[in-house]
């Protein structure tokens, strides 16, 4: 006995050596304690048909950089094509990766692949928000609506249709508001292009229409709920076009004011002020980041100036300390670089990310 | 002194002709000039790389596409597959800097700057022709890479028949038929192909490495030429009508989980119509038309293209051409000659993606003149110096005008069986139609590409070796690329400056039964804006080498064996050149049997490839994979007619 014991042990110990030495075996990442807020998951779109979209893990405490994160714990996986947006819920990530048509899930302390939802036909998930540890809901762009689905088992639930082209949603108690953008000129003419879609999750029917304006694409709620902010773009075709931001009462849907202007996307609110980029078409980019203060009767945006020579392609700020965090595309065909900027637009670190940064979550 | 060399350009322009009716013998065979009859030196002005027809049969290549990739200077992106899309990039400028001409007319279509050669079958192709370097001044618009020259076959059997099969559901035939009576000839040649284009590659998705099969990849080609000459003691007359159609599946990348692309289909019909008169002898004085008419149209649909809208897209393209080209006699002394030219073209286009609101519809009228003059004269006894230069002017009734110019030099020493030349050159492209029009893409701003070019390169001849070396420079401002209004909008702009610069070797030996020909391009082509972060980078989708070697063996009369090996260097996808955007390295090995067996008053005929024998697995375009291991056997009969 004494002897199989023995030999159980020289096997034991000979398949541990040999893991060890084994070229696919990847060494778990040590979860590393940090303060809230100082890592970014940062959500590289890729560029089109080349099925490079990205993970970048930036530490803000101490510089690392993890380019392609998602690669390296997950043995050379490729995250897809096309990634647009995360989400967080507790210690999983939910990102959205649009042509390929997943929901990939991972730890963000291990980078792991913990689960994927494969969507079929013409559905590819667009931006996504966590409502609870049971509900998220994800618009589905060419699927013309929303999926709902749980994040806990990440499993799909079922399917909305709320009009063309969806792209933005947020979540407010029971009702979904979802842009129908239309995809610009490309279906304006249909029915419910350029509006909003108020859906109740309870019965999964969409109770009303909210008009925003051609080419809807994103939307944001005030810090409080109270407020829905959408950002509709300009008409490629119809020069003259502007751009603008609407403001609508949450509860009761009306439509409270609207500032036309051309302004840039990636919406924000953040403590108290609604913030959008101020896009130049001269030079197909945006040079500052508009804040208005939605507080005021009257609102005049002030600029954040941006770093000169980038091609901003979104921000999202650090509430930890007030930064911000700003994505460079670069040329959107190479890769990309985080920029984190003060308040008021000073440059304080650069990282290099992956290609077309657009979304991030910091934790 | 003077009448010596001049009568050495007449033998060299003579010996140039006399080469080119022996066809099969002499190869390189355009506009040489010959300072010693027995040593056969022959130097181009520019650059210059042929297939003749004899050539064309040995390839394991069906389209002209897959025949010219090997050549100098030369990368074919390849999509894959036979329906797949391929355009030819010379010296590291993009595919819209090649000008495609055919039988004397340009074939770039306004509304891309492009032209599909998998849509031109080697079948009905005599002569194939590279010049490379930006030659604008001669060739118009668009050569700033260079030139690639077809002329189309005429048919010399009576009648010929050829079938086949392959891989991937691969069927093939091909016929011809020719006749003449009294001072007319008539002939038709058809080739019709089909593939499934189901070929099976290797694809990591999700983790997993699988093995699956390409799908929508199915295509089926036909063309046709039909030709009619009639000679006259001092006109000849020929028409030329090339027709083809195509219904393909057009898939797109192949993506984690998603094909793209995967229900798209394109159509194109082409019907293209060339009349020539040529009036006066080749030893006269002579004038030559050239008139021709063009019908394309194209249709696209993808019923799961929804960002389109419900039924997803459906666009028709339809263009018509017209174009004529004078070249008026040459004007000859002892050491100088002058060649005027001139032409005239009209572009339209309608589609349904062409400036909304304004009748989607965009029309161009060229008028370009050029002029060509050539010097010689002999240094002493033992040194020919020939200079040739060309000066061109156009006028776009959309674009503005452009004026172009070329000055090429040869020297040429009697005692060694080498020549130099030296070269310069200047081109431009006006931006064509989606890029002024196209919705969401185009821009009525932006303005014609312009390109210089230094080359220097010498020859060597022998009587079974022939080697040519050529190191080039080339600059491209104003470069018309998409940059992004958003993360999934891009417009043009004339944002790019490129450089590129390099070297070609051609080396060429045979004897009786063996012939060994190999080709490789070395080519550094840079992003040039010292402003731009790319600076110094290669450019996407530009290989720094690329090679080939081809063995061909004669057994017996009737029996040729050829194997080629072809090498495709790293290329980038990314501007920055980031490592995980290198696509690696491919070389493939190609093998042909060519059978002509005699039984009076018959040929048969026996063609048998065998491609990519090592199995090859990549992708000239990143998630575009190319076929792997796969095989083509066709048979036929030629019918002479007792000749």
């Known amino acids: 006995m004494r002897l199989h014991h023995l030999r159980l042990l020289v096997v034991a110990a000979m398949l541990l ?79 959205t990766v649009t042509t390929s048509k997943t929901i990939e899930a991972i730890n963000i302390r291990t980078g792991k692949s913990v689960g994927r939802i494969q969507f079929t036909g013409q559905s590819e998930p667009w931006r996504i928000t966590i409502v609870s540890p049971t509900l998220g809901v994800v618009t589905t762009t060419n699927g013309d609506g929303i999926a709902i689905f749980d994040p806990t088992t990440i499993q799909l639930v079922t399917t909305i249709t709320t009009g063309p082209a969806t792209e933005g949603v947020v979540v407010r108690g029971n009702y979904a508001f979802v842009a129908n953008s239309g995809f610009g000129d490309l279906r304006q003419g249909e029915p419910h292009a350029g509006t909003i879609a108020v859906v109740n999750l309870t019965t999964r029917q969409v109770e009303r229409y909210l008009n925003a304006g051609p080419n809807v694409r994103e939307l944001v709620l005030s810090d409080d709920g109270k407020r829905l902010y959408a950002f509709y773009q300009h008409i490629y075709s119809q020069p003259d076009s502007l751009q603008g931001i609407v403001e609508y009462d949450a509860e009761t849907y009306q439509e409270l004011r609207r500032w036309r202007l051309r302004c840039g996307g990636s919406l924000q609110f953040y403590r108290g002020s609604l913030y959008a980029f101020d896009y130049d078409p001269a030079i197909y980019s945006a040079k500052n980041i508009l804040r208005f203060d939605v507080s005021q009767q009257t609102v005049n945006p002030t600029s954040i100036p941006l770093p000169t020579g980038t091609t901003p392609s979104g921000f999202v700020f650090n509430r930890r300390d007030g930064s911000i965090v700003l994505f460079d595309a670069r040329d959107y065909q190479s890769n990309g670089r985080v920029i984190v900027l003060s308040s008021s637009g000073q440059v304080l670190r650069e990282y290099e990310c992956g290609v077309a940064p657009v979304r991030a979550v910091l934790y | 002194m003077r009448t010596w060399s001049g009568q050495v350009l007449a033998l060299a322009i003579a010996t140039a002709h006399l080469f080119a009716q022996r066809g099969d013998s002499v190869r390189y065979v355009f506009r040489p000039v010959v300072v010693e009859d027995s040593l056969r030196r022959v130097v181009y002005a520019v650059p210059r790389a042929e297939l003749n027809r004899n050539e064309l049969v040995q390839l394991p290549a069906t389209t002209v596409g897959d025949a010219v990739q090997a050549m100098p200077g030369v990368f074919v992106r390849n999509y894959g597959g036979l329906g797949g899309l391929k355009t030819v990039s010379l010296r590291g400028a993009s595919a819209t800097h090649t000008v495609v001409v055919l039988d004397g007319i340009r074939l770039n279509v306004a509304a891309n700057g492009l032209v599909d050669l998998g849509q031109i079958p080697t079948s009905l192709v005599e002569h194939v022709a ?52 009294g001072r007319h000839s008539i002939s038709v040649a058809g080739d019709l192909q089909y593939s499934r284009g189901n070929y099976p590659f290797t694809f990591s998705e999700f983790g997993t490495v699988r093995r699956v099969e390409r799908t929508n990849g199915d295509a089926l080609l036909g063309s046709a030429v039909l030709q009619w000459s009639w000679q006259l003691p001092s006109v000849a007359t020929s028409l030329v009508v090339f027709g083809r159609t195509s219904e393909r599946g057009a898939p797109g990348a192949v993506l984690q989980g998603a094909i793209e692309n995967a229900a798209a289909r394109l159509d194109d019909r082409e019907l293209l119509a060339i009349g ?54 040459r004007l000859r002394s002892s050491e100088w000659w002058i060649a005027p030219k001139a032409e005239a073209y009209l572009n339209t286009l309608r589609g349904n993606l062409y400036r909304i609101g304004a009748g989607s519809y965009a029309e161009r009228l060229q008028l370009g003149a050029a002029i060509e ?138 004897d009786d039964r063996w012939r060994m020909v190999a080709s490789g391009t070395y080519q550094r ?41 072809t090498y495709l260097g790293t290329r980038y996808t990314q501007t920055d050149n980031a490592p995980s955007s290198a696509l690696d390295p491919a070389v493939t090995f190609d093998l042909s049997l060519r059978v002509g067996l005699p039984m009076e008053p018959l040929v048969l005929v026996l063609e048998a490839d065998a491609l990519n024998l090592f199995d090859a697995q990549y992708a000239i375009v990143r998630n575009f994979p190319m076929p792997g291991r796969s095989w083509r056997l066709r048979v036929g009969a030629r019918w002479n007619g007792g000749a």
Request: proline share 4%; glycine share 10%; with cysteine.
């Open chain 2, 130 to 181: 590279i010049e490379r370097g930006s030659r604008s001044a001669a060739w118009g618009a668009g050569a700033i890479g260079g030139v690639l020259e077809l002329s189309l076959h005429r048919a010399t059997n009576e009648a010929a028949i050829v079938g086949g099969i392959g891989a991937f559901g691969e069927r093939s035939l091909r016929f011809e038929l020719a006749h003449g009576f």
């Open chain 2, 525 to 565: 082509v840079t992003y040039d804006d010292r402003s731009s972060f790319t600076y110094g980078r290669q450019v996407i989708y530009t290989p720094e080498l690329v090679g080939m070697a081809r063995l061909e063996h004669r057994l017996w009369d009737a029996v040729v064996v050829t194997g080629q090996v």
């Open chain 2, 276 to 329: 020539r008169v040529e009036t006066g002898t080749e030893s006269q004085r002579r004038w030559t038309f050239r008139f021709a008419l063009r019908r394309f149209d194209q249709h696209y649909r993808d019923s799961l293209a929804r960002f389109r809208g419900p039924s997803g897209a459906d666009d028709r393209f339809s263009a018509f051409d017209v174009a004529s080209v004078i070249e008026a006699p």
């Open chain 1, 17 to 95: 050596v040999l893991s060890a030495c084994g070229s696919n075996t990847t060494t778990e990442p040590t979860p590393e304690p940090t303060p809230a807020d100082s890592v970014a998951l940062v959500v590289n779109q890729g560029t089109f048909g080349q099925d490079n979209a990205s993970l970048t893990r930036i530490n803000f405490r101490t510089g690392a950089v993890d380019l392609d994160w998602f690669g390296a714990a997950n043995n050379g996986q490729k995250l897809g094509a096309i990634a647009n947006d995360v989400a967080l819920k507790g210690d999983t990530a939910f990102i």
């Open chain 2, 373 to 510: 003059a050539g010097w010689s004269h002999l240094l002493d006894s033992a040194q020919l110096v020939a200079v040739e230069s060309a000066l061109r002017g156009d006028r776009y009734s959309d674009v503005g005008s452009a004026v172009t110019g070329s000055l090429q030099l040869r020297w040429l020493p009697r005692t060694f069986p080498v020549g130099g030349r030296a070269s310069i050159g200047t081109s431009y492209r006006p931006p064509s139609f989606n890029e002024l029009y196209y919705q969401n893409f185009g821009s009525t701003d932006v303005r014609p590409e312009r390109s210089f070019d230094v080359n220097l390169g010498a020859s060597l001849v022998g009587s079974t070796l022939r080697c040519d070396l050529d190191a080039f420079a080339l600059w491209i401002r104003d470069q018309i690329i998409a940059v992004p209004r958003s993360a999934i909008t891009w417009s043009v702009q004339n944002a790019g400056r490129v450089f590129s610069r390099g070297a070609e070797l051609l080396l060429d030996w045979r």
